[in-house]
RNA sequence: GGCCUGAUGGCGGAGUGGUGACGCAGCGGACUGCAAAUCCGUGCACCCGAGUUCGAUUCUCGGUCAGGCCUCCA
């Protein structure tokens, strides 16, 4: 089954065909590192590392080039310095690096390219002089703005009719703009921020340039696939494609393409209890590992699909633990079993290349792990092998399944567990059910539960750590 | 005001013009010394109204409700 997304500039969901099979390209826009990352955050990371991975399966590892930016010259950031009285540099930096181990956690694969807004500046300049020298922008008291009249179909992707957004603007228009909707590529800096030397006077790009100069330096334009939060659609991607579109297309071949497909995921929202920062209660992803398998947390983000909204509560989370349980617990009870190396199952792969059918994709996950534990034979190196390859391609099932119900156990407690395990296994086999189940209660306390089985026994931490 | 989504069983969440999603929770059974885990079985779910149709949760129209975006939040 050919692989389909839903694209949101044609609004319709399409079979995907790369421009070259041989080199796939993908963009997502990326963190404005100021902060840690918050699961909201995380979410298009996920979503878009699923499309990567399947991505790869279906072209190849080496045929798929990815870009994430990272926004590193932005107000946020140079409020931050200058409260620690630092260099953006050392901010940037601090938390980049804090983002990727973050992602790591929560089971992305680094992207081929991270590109960063300050090292691209070459490339952002010409970009600007190219859209300057072909009339597509102009300069006023020190900016350079983008002319959004001189784009003949500025609005076709966010479908912003132009009278509205004059109508709508909710921010008072800079006298200097030639039209309401013009935006900055280049805005002069104020004292103590940080600037750059360019042909149109010294100051700082704009946000939506940097992308759209970043797309060109790491992958040439146009690319396959755009990807970003429903948020970014107006007015950044919108500003995007206009500038790369009016860059290059235009009095030219006429090719009004700057990404063959465009993909949107869905807002994340945080239930009755309001996210704030007063309250305390901001889901960054780096206090939820504390708690929580990074794992559990990417079936979480996963169990909706990408473009529905989805509603972040603790139950979701204990939901998702649930869930891995299961299919670890499939591969725990199946230990001794060497998994045959087959494929990914079909209809799970069907599912996920149904643009991206995640909650489908993971309902066949269970229906692989019921068919391992009811296997038998020989049957079962297949099925574990099916249900692996499957979980895998998704990005899950990579750890131990024995870690997995144990994690967080030291050493120390691991053997102390043990040793009360076996010699309730001594008491079992000795009839002597009142021991047996004196020692269970011991264990019970000690967050421990143990489950019988014909081979022995097994234990689990009953609530995480 | 403009643009755009969505409304499915106790909860989460797919999908479909006529049969079963799936997971959690519940109930019954098997297995077990008892549990847990696992397996088997089970649940008269598709916002309202009209239309199309032999038949609509699924298509069309209207309504109600909820949510998002409208210049730099993924």
């Not at 079936?299 to 649930?322: M, N």
């Amino acid at each position: 089954m050919p692989l389909s997304l839903y694209d949101t500039l044609a609004r319709a969901k399409r079979p995907f065909v790369p421009a070259d099979p041989a080199r796939v390209t993908m963009y997502v826009c990326g963190p404005t590192v100021y902060n840690f990352a918050h699961i909201g955050n995380a979410r298009p990371v996920v979503v878009f590392d699923v499309l990567f991975r399947l991505l790869r399966q279906t072209f190849g590892e080496g045929a798929v080039l990815y870009a994430a930016n990272v926004t590193d010259v932005d107000d946020k950031i140079n409020r931050k310095a200058a409260e620690e009285g630092v260099s953006i540099d050392i901010i940037t930096d601090r938390y980049l690096a804090a983002y990727n181990a973050d992602m790591d956690e929560l089971g992305a694969l680094r992207p081929t390219f991270q590109p960063r807004a300050t090292r691209t500046m070459d490339a952002i300049i010409a970009l600007i002089g190219r859209l300057v020298d072909n009339g597509s922008a102009y300069a006023a008291e020190g900016h350079v703005l983008f002319d959004t009249q001189a784009c003949e179909d500025y609005g076709v992707l966010s479908g912003h009719p132009m009278d509205d957004m004059i109508a709508g603007a909710r921010v008072e228009v800079a006298p200097y703009k030639r039209h309401p909707a013009d935006f900055v590529l280049w805005k002069p800096s104020k004292p103590g921020e940080p600037v750059w030397g360019s042909p149109f006077g010294p100051g700082r790009p704009g946000w939506h340039i940097e992308c759209t100069a970043m797309i060109e330096q790491s992958l040439g334009l146009p690319i396959d696939i755009h990807g970003g939060g429903i948020d970014l659609l107006f007015p950044h991607h919108e500003n995007e494609r206009a500038q790369g579109v009016c860059a290059h297309g235009q009095g030219t071949d006429g090719d009004r393409t700057y990404a063959r497909y465009w993909m949107h995921n869905g807002f994340l929202n945080f239930g009755e209890e309001k996210m704030s920062k007063s309250l305390g209660n901001v889901a960054l992803v780096n206090d939820l590992v504390k708690s929580t398998p990074g794992e559990a947390l990417r079936w979480a983000l996963l169990v909706g699909h990408y473009r529905a909204p989805l509603e972040w509560t603790g139950e979701l989370i204990a939901q998702s633990v649930k869930a891995l349980d299961r299919l670890y617990g499939a591969l725990r009870r199946s230990a001794g079993v060497e998994a045959a190396d087959t494929g990914p199952d079909p209809a799970f792969l069907a599912a996920l290349e149904d643009d991206l059918n995640t909650p489908a994709a993971m309902a066949e996950l269970f229906g692989l792990a019921t068919a391992l534990e009811t296997a038998t034979g020989p049957g079962r190196r297949g099925a574990k092998g099916r249900l692996l390859a499957s979980a895998r391609l998704m990005g899950f099932l990579f750890g131990d399944p024995e870690a997995w119900f144990q994690g967080g156990a030291d050493d120390a407690f691991r053997s102390q567990i043990d040793s009360l395990v076996a010699s309730r296994a001594e008491a079992r086999a000795n009839r002597d059910w009142p021991a047996a189940d004196r020692i269970r209660d011991e264990l019970a306390i000690l967050n421990v539960e143990v489950m019988d089985n014909a081979s022995g026994a097994t234990w689990r931490l009953k609530e995480r750590t």
